[in-house]
């Protein structure tokens, strides 16, 4: 259900398509720039194939226990959906009717990838993408392979995470820019860890499609070009600092209550040592931490926000900050059990 819309641009795109043919059941969803096919095993004598309201069908499978058997049966422009103990009659459109928009690559370039890997990366980088920005391009996640590794970058043009994994071999040079919908689908559906469990990635123009045993994926990626994000990237800094994961959450997430419209925190280090985070005017906040600093003191401000959505991905117990000529340009976020993250925020003038 997350492909269909609740308001469709066609009256059919709020349907999804069955069909039924060698013991499978193919359900298709899409909104016209995204398709979603979903293959399940099925118990079947006949063939298939209607478009029946998404809605409707999501509602009537949720109520489902999960070792329920539901039984299909379509005649007369009716499906009959059969529990235990009750049926539903459910008026139905052609299967003709529903549009051709799943694209074969028959050749063309292809990534091949682990799923439990790139479902990693999207988690990592998909909350610093841009919503509903001007800059169409960075409403998204822009994707690419270079020699043997994939690399997933977002940016809203204020924070940017960046994650990189290696592939198996090298393989085809992959540019491409996830939309936003794709991205948060994506999400939903890699959720095998297995090693085997793979994810076979091509693309043509501006189709780029995700095949497994199971389902496909298959999307129009956002026009245009990425911004060349490497320019931002610290080459050094002046100053590091090495604290507590869960203290520094807790404590930005307090000052959150008392911060104005601009959700801001200010960082400074004190003499003693300790990182000193205070927001609020009217109503103020103040909490001490204690870091092992190193370098050029800090002194600036940040959005709160930005900086927990990035914490909220580092998995280490200890996180590090740096950060360049005490505060005055973007302050990396790194964690230890993922060297190849990399989450950077820029300071606010307040």
């Known amino acids: 259900m997350g492909v269909v819309e609740r308001s469709p641009k066609l009256p059919i795109l709020g349907h999804v398509l069955l069909l039924i043919q060698e013991n499978t059941i193919s359900l ?3 909104d016209g720039d995204m398709t979603l096919r979903l293959d399940l095993p099925v118990t079947s004598t006949e063939c298939l194939g209607c478009c ?5 069908l999501y509602e009537i499978t949720r109520t489902a226990g999960e070792a329920e058997t539901l039984r299909l049966q379509w005649r007369q422009n009716r499906l009959t959906v059969s529990g235990n103990g009750y049926r539903y009659t459910l008026a139905t459109l052609n299967d003709s009717d529903f549009p051709n928009i799943l694209i ?6 292809e990534v091949i990838v682990h799923q439990g890997v790139l479902s990693t990366l999207l988690e990592r980088t998909a909350f610093a993408m841009a919503h509903q920005d001007l800059r169409f391009f960075l409403n998204g996640v822009f994707i ?3 020699t043997d590794t994939l690399t997933a970058v ?28 794709t991205v948060l689908e994506l999400r939903r559906l890699l959720s095998s860890k297995e090693e085997e469990d793979r994810v076979h990635v091509q693309w043509h123009e501006e189709i780029i499609s995700f095949y497994t045993p199971q389902w496909t994926l298959q999307s129009k990626t956002v026009a245009g070009r990425y911004p060349d994000y490497k320019v931002v990237l610290p080459k050094e800094t002046s100053g590091q600092m ?17 911060s104005d419209e601009v959700t801001a925190a200010e960082f400074a280090v004190a003499d003693t040592g300790e990182l000193v985070i205070s927001a609020g005017q009217n109503e103020q906040f103040e909490t001490r931490l204690a870091v092992q600093a190193r370098g050029q003191p800090l002194q600036a401000a940040y959005n709160i926000r930005y900086l927990t959505d990035a914490l909220a991905v580092v998995e280490a117990p200890e996180v590090e900050l740096a950060y360049v000529e005490g505060g005055l340009g973007p302050l990396t976020i790194h964690d230890s059990t993922a060297p190849t993250w990399l989450g950077l925020v820029m300071p606010i003038r307040l």
Do not use: F, N
Not at 163 to 180: E, G, K, N, V
Not at 243 to 258: G, H, K, S
């Open 144 to 146: 690419h392979s270079e």
């Open 104 to 109: 074969e690559h028959k050749e063309g370039p």
């Open 52 to 56: 029946v309201a998404a809605r409707r």
């Open 242 to 258: 090495r604290l507590d994961r869960q203290a520094l959450l807790t404590a930005l997430r307090r000052a959150a209550l008392v």
């Open 28 to 30: 298709y969803g899409s």
């Open 154 to 181: 977002a940016t809203d043009s204020h924070r940017l995470a960046l994650a990189t994994a290696p592939l198996d071999h090298q393989q085809s040079d992959l540019r491409a820019i996830l939309p936003r919908k």
